[in-house]
């Protein structure tokens, strides 16, 4: 199984991996958060991940400041997406839902509502939800037991500094607009609060309607500085 593994060019620093476990997909990400990389940097990468044998490179999620580079060597936009804040000062009050810490022998229920959640482009696989759980210094997975499957729901927060992050959020399509996700938002924001976070961030995708209308009915605001996923087709080598 390929891995993720930190290319360094000059002062450059990115992260390649396998997008969401598809061997034919590469990941190609700064390594450092908020720094995009230069142009030079990330034509050598593509050089690289082609001759590995990718035939498609995606970027992650960044901001307009993290994508020059890539736009300047050949990669569009895929999907965009909002990103938004929540002050922290006034979280709102939902019907609480059993929850409990996530463990690590949920993961592979975890996963499945992931899958059943997300379209095939954005399912974690378990290097990514690794990955969601370790972007930040701190984090927290929490889930929602279920009665004939062992999980319904499940969030991943994390905390850096006094900014805090609601890195993912799924519930079984069968249960979304019930409250159960309301209740694992809420639950999130709780921890953050308490930990002493000023803010917490969120994104989804545009297409996402029913997100969006969750995060603004839990009194997120849609920032003007949205997000980006970006796309570079490997041409097909010669005959």
Known sequence: MRTSETLQWGTDRLRIGPWRGDPAVAELAPAVAGRGP??????????LLAARGYRTVVTGALTADEQDGYLRAGFIV??????LAHDLRSIPEVTPRPLRRGRRRDRPAIIGVDHAAFARFWRLDERGLRDAIGATPAARLRVAPGGRVPVVGYAVTGRAGPRGYLQRLAVLPELQGTGLGAALVVDALGWLRRHRCGVALVNTQEANERAFALYRRLGFHARPDGLAVLRFHVADPAP
């Open 38 to 47: 230069g142009e030079r940097a990330v034509l050598n990468s593509l050089e």
């Open 78 to 83: 895929h999907e965009r997406l909002h990103l």
